[in-house]
């Protein structure tokens, strides 16, 4: 789910005519820290996340509503697999049971576990991911790489590719696309975990140069105090 799907969902009207009521600032201050939230920790700047993350957390709970709370918890989770991140999105299911099936749906996508009938309901840039891997195995490595190099926005490609991952469908195309991806963004976090992916799959198959290659990425991005 990119970013822009989430906190236009929570901030409907940002863009209205002039001549409508401008929009509360509940949406206004829980879109601005979700982006600087999910910046913070793509960036590698976890205490930040934390403290920005609480408050537009705080500001969406603010209406009462648990499926805006649901989605904000879903962006949060949502980062987590674009890092390689895979735990429990605690957050969100201490509020599934009052979220609509489209978040259900996301939830189980981010976790590896999407029906075919979740496929409908996922955010736009995941729905031809999700059918590409509903493919014959023999066409679908193909198509999946294929759908994963659509997609456009740099957020949304590296969830998409956490999930291949979870799935056991990351190819060393896909490794390399998203640690691309990351780098192009200067995202620390899932730069660092796709390069440790593509290190490992080198080191099993006896590249030792190559290994050797990628540590010295490792070296060059790893912070001085993670």
């Known amino acids: 789910m990119n970013t822009r799907f989430l906190t236009l969902c929570l901030a409907l009207g940002l863009a ?3 001549n409508t009521p ?12 979700l982006e600087r939230a999910t910046d913070a920790w793509l960036s590698g700047h ?13 500001e ?18 949502a980062t987590r697999v674009a890092a390689l991140v895979f735990e429990p999105c605690a957050g969100f299911q201490a509020l ?5 099936p489209a978040e259900q749906a996301y939830a189980r996508y981010l976790a590896g576990q999407a029906l075919a009938a979740d496929v409908a309901l996922l955010p736009e840039a995941q729905r031809p991911l999700a059918l590409a891997e509903a493919q014959p195995q023999a066409q ?12 456009q926005d740099p957020l949304s490609r590296l969830v998409a590719a956490g999930v291949l991952l979870q799935r056991g469908l990351a190819s060393p195309a896909v490794a390399a696309l998203a640690a691309d991806t990351a780098s192009a963004q200067g995202w620390r976090r899932p730069l660092l975990a796709w390069l440790k992916v593509q290190q490992a799959r080198a080191q099993a198959g006896g590249a030792v140069d190559e290994a050797a290659r990628i540590q010295r990425r490792m070296d060059l991005v790893a912070p001085a105090h993670p």
């Open 16 to 18: 209205a005519c002039s």
């Open 22 to 33: 401008p929009p509360p600032d509940w949406q206004m201050n829980a879109k601005s820290s």
């Open 46 to 58: 976890s205490r930040i996340e934390a403290v920005e993350f609480a408050r537009a957390r705080s």
């Open 60 to 77: 969406v709970a603010r209406t009462g509503q648990p499926e805006r709370v649901a989605r904000v918890e879903l962006l949060r989770c």
């Open 96 to 100: 599934a049971q009052d979220a609509a």
């Open 140 to 151: 679908s490595q193909a198509a999946i790489e294929a759908a994963l190099a659509r997609i």
